[in-house]
């Protein structure tokens, strides 16, 4: 079983950028998909980004598209989430995940995904 550490987060001015990273311990990252989601303060939990095992396939929330990038190094058992252009609705605690289903991935909530990191905050002051 993958366990998850995220790091990266931080405290950025409107229109910054962020690069989070999520590293994985355990000897099968390269077979799962990885994800991330993002909590917010009163709100549910929301998708933002997800990678297949190669990383040649990719997928995005709509409010991230053209900003976010997910990226993966299978060889470091890392996965990245490049934040640019960053609006203060960005705001959120942000979870890696990983899963066997890609579909499951994308599905919106992230419900009964396999493993979670512990989330990193990221707050982005107007």
């Known amino acids: 079983q993958v366990q998850l550490v995220e790091s990266g987060g931080g405290l950025v001015q409107v229109g910054g950028s962020l690069r989070l990273s999520c590293t994985a311990s355990?000897?099968?990252?390269?077979?799962?998909?990885m994800g991330w989601f993002r909590q917010a303060p009163g709100k549910e939990r929301e998708f933002v980004a997800a990678?297949?095992?190669?990383?040649?396939?990719?997928n995005y929330a709509d409010l991230v598209k053209g900003r976010f990038t997910i990226s993966r190094d299978n060889a470091k058992s890392t996965v990245y989430l490049q934040m640019n252009g960053l609006k203060p609705e960005d705001s959120a605690v942000y979870y890696c995940a990983a899963d066997k289903g890609y579909s499951k991935m994308v599905a919106g909530r992230g419900r009964s995904l396999e493993v979670w990191g512990q989330g990193t905050l990221v707050t982005v002051s107007s």
């Open positions: 355990g000897r099968t990252f390269s077979s799962y998909v």
């Open positions: 990678i297949n095992w190669s990383g040649g396939i990719k």
